[in-house]
């Protein structure tokens, strides 16, 4: 079932500045949402290097973040530390440098992973959401505000944030569940905000072979007739993105339907199950569950796969009330 999650990970950011003299006159609290904006922005714009520890669940991983912006362009490279996939970012470019030595190309400027939080805070909050803010906070010995953004509902999970006061750059982020517990957290140990870097440090290394998911053109495919249809979803949650991929050494396509309320978000996998081979299940690491059940549609068999970071009676929910149909 991981092997339909798609799920790539983790852009980068976070950065440090010195912290106000206490002479200083205190900084009025700024509003939540230009806060926001100002965090994505400076994410974006600055340049700086160091560590930071990634926990999900009970897993923890220690990653080397490089990030610069040079003649305009950004780039970022990630590093699992304990040998896990690389990831390097040139402008919209994002590409995925797995443990064997292959590469997988993705387009498109979307971020992924625990960090991708801070562009889509950036935008307007959903209605399901409200942000409250909780004054003043130290992380890593520095002054930082601390926010939390609460869920209006059970059916998606919160965050708390810890924002560096004067750099606007973010020095803590967790995933919450309804009940308050950290689900998954993300915190920089180390950072530099003066490295010395060049594009010659964000190369992608020779790669054996490249590997992606293949388009499917869904008009000239049988399954590309395929339509799911939600007879519930969350409030505020609308179809996003759907297509039909070929993945690697697959015998027939996976479709692909996605759903977001703007911030929180899942995706349902669709694949033939021939001759009933696939297996149902359900697994969960940190704040991401994958659930998987069998359908029976006019053209037989299909396992279905919910891959997101909503809870588990959510995408129960959800996969109960789903019908395939072919046009």
Same mark, same amino acid.
Request: aromatic content about 4%; charged content about 20%; proline content about 5%.
């Given at each position: 079932?991981?092997?339909?999650?798609?799920?790539?990970?983790?852009?980068?950011?976070?950065?440090?500045?010195?912290?106000?003299?206490?002479?200083?006159?205190?900084?009025?609290?700024?509003?939540?949402?230009?806060?926001?904006?100002?965090?994505?922005?400076?994410?974006?714009?600055?340049?700086?290097?160091?560590?930071?520890?990634?926990?999900?669940?009970?897993?923890?991983?220690?990653?080397?973040?490089?990030?610069?912006?040079?003649?305009?362009?950004?780039?970022?490279?990630?590093?699992?530390?304990?040998?896990?996939?690389?990831?390097?970012?040139?402008?919209?470019?994002?590409?995925?440098?797995?443990?064997?030595?292959?590469?997988?190309?993705?387009?498109?400027?979307?971020?992924?992973?625990?960090?991708?939080?801070?562009?889509?805070?950036?935008?307007?909050?959903?209605?399901?959401?409200?942000?409250?803010?909780?004054?003043?906070?130290?992380?890593?010995?520095?002054?930082?505000?601390?926010?939390?953004?609460?869920?209006?509902?059970?059916?998606?999970?919160?965050?708390?944030?810890?924002?560096?006061?004067?750099?606007?750059?973010?020095?803590?982020?967790?995933?919450?569940? @309804?009940?308050?517990?950290?689900?998954?957290? @993300?915190?920089?140990?180390?950072?530099?905000?003066?490295?010395?870097?060049?594009?010659?440090?964000?190369?992608?290394?020779?790669?054996?072979?490249?590997?992606?998911?293949?388009?499917?053109?869904?008009?000239?495919?049988?399954?590309?007739?395929?339509?799911?249809?939600?007879?519930?979803?969350?409030?505020?949650?609308?179809?996003?993105?759907?297509?039909?991929?070929?993945?690697?050494?697959?015998?027939?396509?996976?479709?692909?339907?996605?759903?977001?309320?703007?911030?929180?978000?899942?995706?349902?996998?669709?694949?033939?199950?021939?001759?009933?081979?696939?297996?149902?299940?359900?697994?969960?690491?940190?704040?991401?569950?994958?659930?998987?059940?069998?359908?029976?549609?006019?053209?037989?068999?299909?396992?279905?796969?919910?891959?997101?970071?909503?809870?588990?009676?959510?995408?129960?929910?959800?996969?109960?009330?789903?019908?395939?149909?072919?046009?």
């Amino acid at each position: 079932m991981a092997r339909r999650a798609l799920l790539q990970a983790l852009a980068c950011v976070i950065t440090l500045a010195q912290v106000p003299a206490q002479a200083a006159e205190p900084a009025s609290e700024p509003s939540a949402q230009q806060l926001l904006q100002d965090m994505a922005q400076a994410t974006r714009d600055r340049n700086f290097s160091g560590r930071l520890v990634y926990m999900r669940g009970n897993d923890m991983s220690t990653l080397e973040v490089l990030h610069a912006r040079i003649n305009g362009r950004e780039y970022e490279r990630l590093t699992h530390l304990d040998g896990q996939a690389e990831l390097i970012r040139h402008g919209d470019q994002l590409v995925c440098v797995h443990p064997d030595n292959t590469i997988t190309r993705l387009g498109g400027r979307a971020g992924v992973g625990p960090l991708a939080i801070q562009e889509q805070l950036a935008r307007t909050l959903p209605q399901q959401y409200q942000i409250l803010m909780q004054g003043r906070s130290r992380v890593a010995g520095r002054s930082a505000w601390e926010m939390h953004v609460i869920p209006g509902d059970a059916h998606r999970h919160g965050y708390r944030l810890w924002i560096d006061e004067e750099s606007k750059l973010m020095l803590r982020s967790e995933l919450v569940s @309804v009940t308050g517990e950290a689900l998954e957290r @993300v915190e920089f140990i180390t950072l530099d905000l003066s490295p010395q870097l060049a594009v010659e440090d964000f190369e992608v290394p020779p790669a054996v072979a490249e590997q992606a998911l293949e388009a499917v053109d869904a008009s000239v495919h049988p399954q590309g007739r395929l339509q799911l249809q939600a007879d519930w979803l969350p409030d505020g949650f609308v179809a996003v993105a759907g297509d039909l991929r070929m993945a690697s050494g697959g015998k027939a396509p996976v479709t692909a339907q996605a759903y977001s309320d703007g911030l929180a978000s899942f995706t349902v996998f669709v694949e033939r199950d021939i001759d009933g081979a696939l297996d149902e299940g359900m697994s969960a690491v940190g704040p991401t569950v994958a659930l998987a059940r069998k359908f029976t549609g006019e053209q037989g068999g299909w396992l279905v796969t919910l891959v997101g970071e909503v809870p588990a009676e959510t995408a129960e929910r959800v996969l109960a009330a789903l019908t395939i149909q072919s046009q």
